[in-house]
C-alpha cells in the first residue's frame, strides 16, 4: 500500500490568496512529482524533484513553485490563486525505474 | 506533441467480457511502460508494468502486452467486472526519467 498523503483533499479559497498544497511520502522515495489533472483531461506534470534541493519545473507551465528541503516532503504553493488554477493536483513519488505511487489528490476551487 | 496516444476516449463492454484498452507511443527510448486505473476525484492507483526486455506480463485478472516494433501496449482485463469501471492511463518513462501519460481511457462495464 501507497504511504503518501496529500492535504487538503478538497480547498475552496477566494481569488488573491496564497496557498500550500502539501504532499508528503513515507517510503523514502527520492523522485517526487506535481500532476495537474482537469476533469477528463491528462495528467500534465507541473513540477519534480530527483531528491533534497532539486526541484525542476515540468512539460505544463504552471505559476505555482516548489520546494525540497526534506525528502519526504513536497509542498506545493501558490502565491496568488486565480480562478485560472482550478484544478485536480496529484502528488506522487517513485524510486527510478518502478511504479509512481500518487497521493488522493487536492482538488482546488478558487473563486 | 503527444508521445503517449490512447486513441480512444471511451470503452464498454459486458461485464465477464473481455476489456481490450490500447495505448500507443511514439518514442523509441522509452522502457518502462505502465497501466494506473483512477477513479473522480481519487489520485490513481498503479495496476500492472512492464519493462521493454518483455512482451508479455500479468497479474491475475490483469495482462499487458507488448508490441516493440509497433510502439504499442495493451492492457486486457479478463473477465471485466462492474469495479473496474474507471478511467485508465497507460504512462511510459525513458529510462529513470519522467514518467508520460496518455489521455486516459474511460471503461465503462455494464452489468
Known amino acids: 500500500e501507497a504511504d503518501i498523503y496529500q492535504t487538503p483533499r478538497y480547498l475552496v479559497i477566494g481569488t488573491g490568496k496564497k496557498i500550500t498544497l502539501e504532499c508528503s511520502q513515507t517510503?523514502?522515495?527520492?523522485?517526487m512529482y506535481w500532476y495537474q489533472q482537469d476533469p477528463g483531461m491528462e495528467l500534465h506534470l507541473i513540477h519534480y524533484?530527483?531528491?533534497?534541493?532539486?526541484?525542476e519545473k515540468g512539460d505544463l507551465s504552471s505559476e505555482s513553485t516548489v520546494s525540497r528541503i526534506r525528502t519526504e516532503h513536497f509542498p506545493l504553493t501558490l502565491e496568488s490563486a486565480r480562478p485560472s488554477h482550478t484544478s485536480q493536483y496529484l502528488c506522487?513519488?517513485?524510486?527510478?525505474?518502478?511504479?509512481?505511487?500518487f497521493g488522493q489528490g487536492t482538488r482546488l476551487t478558487v473563486v | 506533441d503527444q508521445q503517449v496516444k490512447q486513441n480512444s476516449p471511451s470503452l464498454s463492454v459486458q461485464e465477464g467480457r473481455i476489456s481490450i484498452l490500447n495505448c500507443d507511443y511514439t518514442?523509441?527510448?522509452?522502457?518502462?511502460f505502465l497501466w494506473y486505473k483512477k477513479y473522480p476525484a481519487e489520485g490513481p492507483t498503479f495496476l500492472i508494468s512492464?519493462?521493454?526486455?518483455?512482451d508479455k506480463n500479468e497479474d491475475g485478472r490483469f495482462t499487458v502486452f507488448l508490441n516493440k516494433s509497433a510502439k504499442h501496449l495493451s492492457l486486457h482485463i479478463v473477465p471485466s467486472q462492474p469495479g473496474d469501471s474507471a478511467v485508465y492511463f497507460c504512462?511510459?518513462?525513458?529510462?529513470?526519467?519522467?514518467?508520460?501519460f496518455g489521455p486516459g481511457t474511460r471503461l465503462s462495464v455494464l452489468p
Open positions: 512492464i519493462s521493454s526486455i518483455k
Open positions: 524533484s530527483y531528491g533534497v534541493n532539486s526541484t
Open positions: 504512462a511510459a518513462e525513458d529510462y529513470g526519467q519522467n514518467f508520460v
Open positions: 506522487a513519488s517513485s524510486e527510478y525505474s518502478t511504479e509512481a505511487f
Open positions: 517510503m523514502g522515495h527520492d523522485k
Open positions: 518514442n523509441s527510448m522509452f522502457d518502462y
